[in-house]
């Protein structure tokens, strides 16, 4: 059945202001074994995991090691691997070392263009390699994150995974997520974080932020105009549509 943002429209109002867990448990009812939690091992992405962990809910956790990671993100991976015994970590990989890489096309990252190729080859390429995998992709965007995001809704589509993108702590203010990772000093929580770095992705392209600038200034900070690396179909505001089982569609969205 093909699937468009429309006919998630119902879902949305539904689950609009939800308590993530509920958003959670709805997933895995819904998609059993077919959904997955998709996580770069930063502090939003950590709490999902341990809400669904702690809730006894069973998801793979996906991760993408682009090979050019800090070891301090490797690390709270390989925790929360260790820790959270409902969840499955899956680790995906490039296809070329960054090495092999730099060797036959150069050090892409330092044109925008480039960026966008690097991009795509070291986090979104290893993503499509498992098309069909899974029907649903669990993230951790939220609308306080503003930019692109400030609109992300509960549901959403990727067309590239053929898959739905959800999003359980969309409408969760930041002050929630403080409280919770507060509360819970259990969280597997990247280092990273209390280093400066309040986003984290490879480490060529991220930086310390200072107090006095925006969240997300220290990536891609030689590169001006770049926020985001394209995995996220939100950041790309692509319009999309997905073909998913008959029974499932109807599972998640009522006869039509």
């Known amino acids: 059945m093909r699937i468009t943002e429309g006919d998630l429209a119902a879902l949305n109002r539904r689950f609009d202001g939800a308590d993530p867990l509920d958003i959670l448990r709805f997933t895995r009812a819904t998609f059993g074994d077919r959904a997955a939690i998709l996580s770069s091992m930063q ?23 682009t090979g050019v990671l800090h070891v301090e993100t490797l690390a709270t991976r390989d925790a929360l691997a260790g820790s959270h015994r409902h969840l499955r970590v899956v680790t995906l990989q490039p296809e070329r070392t960054f090495a092999q890489q730099t060797a036959e096309e150069g050090l892409l990252y330092l044109s925008k263009e480039g960026q966008e190729r690097c991009c795509d080859l070291r986090k979104s390429a290893p993503l499509r390699a498992i098309r069909g995998r899974y ?27 053929n898959a739905l993108r959800i999003h359980p702590l969309a409408a969760l203010p930041r002050e929630s997520l403080d409280r919770y990772l507060a509360d819970h000093p259990d969280v597997a929580l990247n280092p990273l974080h209390s280093m400066g770095f309040p986003t984290i992705g490879c480490f060529p392209c991220t930086t310390p932020v200072r107090p006095d600038e925006l ?21 790309r505001a692509a319009e999309a549509a997905v073909d998913l089982d008959d029974a499932l569609a109807t599972r998640l969205l009522g006869p039509r």
């Open 215 to 235: 969240e997300r200034a220290g990536r891609w900070r030689h590169l001006a105009g770049v926020e985001y690396c394209g995995i996220n179909p939100v950041d």
């Open 135 to 161: 029907d649903a992709l669990l993230s951790a965007l939220r609308r306080d994150e503003g930019g692109e995001r400030a609109e992300v809704q509960a549901f959403s589509l990727d067309a590239d995974m």
């Open 43 to 65: 502090r939003a992405g950590a709490v999902v995991c341990h809400l669904a962990d702690r809730a006894g809910l069973a998801f793979d956790v996906v991760f993408v090691d």
